[in-house]
T-cell receptor, first 111, second 112 residues
């Protein structure tokens, strides 16, 4: 069963614009991770935010976590065509444990 | 190798055929996970190994699915008597003691 649900399911933007994707989950978590998936490179880890953190940055990525609402958001700033991919959130009860994924947001960045 | 390697990348099997999917982990990675990803869905957990020990197989959908990692390195996921609903991408992921999970490219299985 899927733990998280991403919103929107699909997003289409112009290059240079920002993209925001949201993830909601159901149970208590230790951490939440965001992954990017495309046919060329498979599933790639982007960023991990722990349950005691509220915001984290990595390059053009900004992730927020609201444990009271059981939700997270991923912001990609100044998007590029190469950012075109599906973005999935995943949760786990511990850093060494199995992950439970959402269904993903399909992002298309147009030139 | 530099990353997690899975083979074959693509497999077409006739219904009822047995298949074996291989995962070569990153050297030294203790934990190994198998996931199944149906079209349009996120990956779903199948089973987990720590070294050669299979610690969690709660996600295996039926007794036709079997996984092993006899020497704590390479792992094989075997599906017996394949059925059409087994068609999916099978992903292997490994992680070290204090690293995130690294995923292979997956094996796309099509049962016809």
């Amino acid at each position: 069963s899927q733990q998280g649900e991403e919103d929107p399911q699909a997003l289409s933007i112009q290059e240079g614009e920002n993209a925001t994707m949201n993830c909601s989950y159901k149970t208590s978590i230790n951490n939440l991770q965001w992954y990017r998936q495309n046919s060329g490179r498979g599933l790639v880890h982007l960023i991990l935010i722990r349950s005691n953190e509220r915001e984290k940055h990595s390059g053009r990525l900004r992730v927020t976590l609201d444990t009271s609402k059981k939700s997270s958001s991923l912001l990609i700033t100044a998007s590029r065509a190469a950012d075109t991919a599906s973005y999935l959130c995943a949760t786990g009860p511990g850093t060494a444990s199995k992950l439970t994924f959402g269904t993903g947001t399909r992002l298309q960045v147009m030139l | 190798g530099a990353g997690v390697s899975q083979s074959p990348r693509y497999k077409v099997a006739k219904r009822g055929q047995d298949v074996a999917l291989r995962c070569d982990p990153i050297s030294g990675h203790v934990s190994l996970f198998w996931y199944q990803q149906a079209l349009g869905q996120g990956p779903e957990f199948l089973t987990y190994f720590q070294n050669e020990a299979q610690l969690d197989k709660s996600g295996l959908p039926s007794d036709r699915f079997f996984a092993e990692r006899p020497e704590g390195s390479v792992s094989t996921l075997k599906i017996q008597r394949t059925q059409q609903e087994d068609s999916a991408v099978y992903l292997c992921a490994t992680r070290g003691l204090d690293t995130e999970a690294f995923f292979g490219q997956g094996t796309r299985l099509t049962v016809v």
